[in-house]
């Protein structure tokens, strides 16, 4: 295959919502709701690791990526089961199953052994429920555009899907933070990203002269802890802090239950989506294929899923040593025009902002040019009234930094559309699988502004949990999300919807659930970075993931003419 979708169709951003069919938005509003609660939980996972349970980097970072493997991995039982009892079956079983794992995250509980038991029991049910769930919806997803009418829209469909999926992801950190916020405030306290390691230092009887000294100033500035001493202090906050990850937790039950409500309020949008292979076969005589045009597709998407692999592994540092760095390392306050940034309602209009700004170049009518320039000068107004209302610092908590990525899909899509459409138009759009191969380079390009901002900055091995006496502006880490959203971009989209057009009818589901396989040995190798936190100085850990995407990038453009040709 040389394209991997519609090189020679032009698709007008203004337009891209036009002629989909309705299953697609259907469920993409259903999966919305799904990874809202998700990346909510994702956003404080690993903080409430440390947290509740005192986990060194290395320990927590072990444990999210075993997760997230677990995640990305269970699509592949998944899709095995879908081929043969049907998609929207392993759909509605998945969210169940999905809701209960939640909901036991949601509850607090104490003890000296039944927390872990019960976080590990939760994300058991949450990676079987996953698996069940996520990527069949997208080979339903994928199955709307096996109709002739609307076979020239699947890239194009996987944007606006993938757009779906980080609206859900960019509110979250918010939610998050919000709720943090609410529950320590009402026990007269305030987060402070240096606490819960030092409470744990407290209460492990390792807390050193100069770091008491540093927790009694933190603690003189918080009314709920007035007559306390240290240990008592510590275990209050710490309770509290787990409590109010807890509520965050109970997020994801919420926006579970609206995925389902949508999910059956639409059903008849894309019930015909909903198959498995017996019936495609019956359905569709043409879309059998020999068993050398079997393997020979295998074979393809097998070289693609082994180079993305690498990429996963350095985009999910997102919820463990980026966020490490921006807890220890990035200022915990912010002022001047990027403080704006942070407020999730500014983002949001600024997004929206941007599909009404295509509006104006692409309108045919006058009229219509007018209509989206006035919104377009509304929004902004809007965005720099909320703005104007922010206080001059604006204390910053390291989860929120996670909202940038999914508010950088939501915003560059359609202009990632309108480049892609014309390229096409000119028979110039590069195939999926280049794309994969120049978004390994971007990424790359990512981790070298870490390298920057890292190198002369103390070294957790040098610190050894100590408070870093020097922390770097949050553009850096802002800048990366922003680079390896570009990579992103390049990759994710594309890639499921090379799957969704290259995988044999009777596999469609063990091959998504192939791409996702190859996502949770990424998510698993995630854990290399954490592991390292306290053994290698900074640059360096950033280092190693930078010249693992080149190599994978070299490794992609090696195989790239016998993918193509296959």
């Known amino acids: 295959m040389a394209r991997s979708g519609h090189s020679s169709v032009t698709i007008k951003v203004s337009f891209m919502f036009k002629n989909q069919p309705k299953g697609l938005f259907a469920l993409a509003l259903a999966n919305t709701g799904e990874r809202f609660g998700y990346y909510t939980m994702l956003a404080i996972f690993l903080l409430y690791l440390q947290a509740k349970f005192g ?18 991995f269970m699509p592949v039982i998944g899709g095995m089961l879908a081929d043969k009892i049907g998609y929207g079956k392993c759909v509605v079983t998945g969210i169940l199953v999905m809701l209960l794992g939640y909901t036991a995250m949601a509850v607090p509980v104490s003890g000296p052994v039944l927390p872990l038991v019960t976080i590990i029991g939760a994300l058991l049910l949450i990676a079987v429920g996953t698996g069940l769930f996520k990527g069949n919806l997208q080979v339903m997803v994928g199955n709307l555009y096996d109709d002739p009418r609307y076979a020239s829209k699947r890239d194009s469909a996987f944007s606006l899907f993938y757009m779906a999926i ?5 509110f979250a950190p918010s939610a998050a933070k919000a709720l943090t916020n609410w529950k320590l405030s ?194 902004w107004a ?43 138009a000119k028979g110039k759009e590069p195939s999926a699988p280049r794309k994969i191969g120049l978004g390994m380079i971007v990424a790359a390009l990512g981790y070298l502004i870490m390298v920057i901002a890292s190198v002369k900055l103390i070294s957790p091995m040098v610190l050894q949990g100590d408070p870093s006496p020097d922390r770097v502006s949050c553009g850096y880490l802002i800048g990366t999300y922003l680079v390896l959203t570009f990579a992103e971009l390049l990759l994710s989209p ?70 193509e040709r296959i």
């Not at 703005?387 to 910053?396: M, N, R, S, V, W």
């Not at 589901?509 to 900074?538: D, E, Q, R």
């Open 382 to 424: 809007g965005a720099y009234a909320i703005y104007a209302g922010i206080p001059e610092t604006l204390p910053i908590q390291p989860q929120e930094f996670q909202q940038f990525n999914p508010f950088f899909v939501v915003s560059l899509t359609p202009i990632s559309m309108a480049i892609f459409s014309s390229l096409a």
């Open 494 to 563: 594309m890639g499921i919807s090379f799957v969704s057009k290259v995988a044999p009818p009777k596999y469609k589901g063990l091959m998504m659930g192939g791409w996702f396989a190859a996502t949770a040995i990424g998510n698993y190798l995630s854990s290399i970075p954490s592991a390292l936190w306290n053994k290698v100085p900074l640059w360096a850990n950033w280092s190693i993931l930078m010249a693992l995407c080149l190599l994978s990038a070299v490794m992609m453009f090696a195989m790239l003419k016998k993918i």
């Open 166 to 170: 980080n609206l859900g992801a960019m």
């Open 186 to 379: 009402a026990a007269g306290l305030s987060y402070q990203a240096d606490l819960p390691s030092l409470c744990h230092q407290v209460l492990d009887g390792k807390i050193s002269t100069e770091n008491a000294v540093y927790m009694q100033g933190l603690m003189d500035e918080m009314p709920g802890a007035a007559g306390m001493d240290f240990a008592q202090f510590s275990q209050y906050f710490l309770d509290n802090l787990c409590v109010s990850y807890n509520l965050g937790f109970s997020v994801a039950c919420f926006s579970l239950i609206l995925s389902i409500a949508i999910y059956f309020a639409c059903r008849g949008w894309f019930k015909h989506a909903d198959v498995n292979s017996k019936h495609a076969a019956a359905n569709a005589q043409e879309a059998e294929l020999s068993p050398e045009e079997t393997r020979s597709r295998i074979t393809a998407l097998l070289m693609v899923f082994a180079v993305v692999i690498f990429f996963w592994m350095a985009f999910h540092q997102n919820g463990s040593s980026l966020t490490y760095f921006a807890r220890d390392y990035t200022d915990t306050a912010v002022s001047g025009a990027i403080r704006g940034g942070f407020n999730i309602w500014i983002l949001a209009i600024l997004a929206i902002s941007v599909y009404t700004l295509f509006g104006i170049f692409q309108s045919e009518k006058t009229k219509g040019k007018l209509l989206c320039g006035g919104i377009t000068g509304l929004l």
């Open 55 to 72: 986990f060194s980097e290395a320990a927590a970072g072990q444990f999210y990526a075993i997760f997230l493997a677990a995640v990305y």
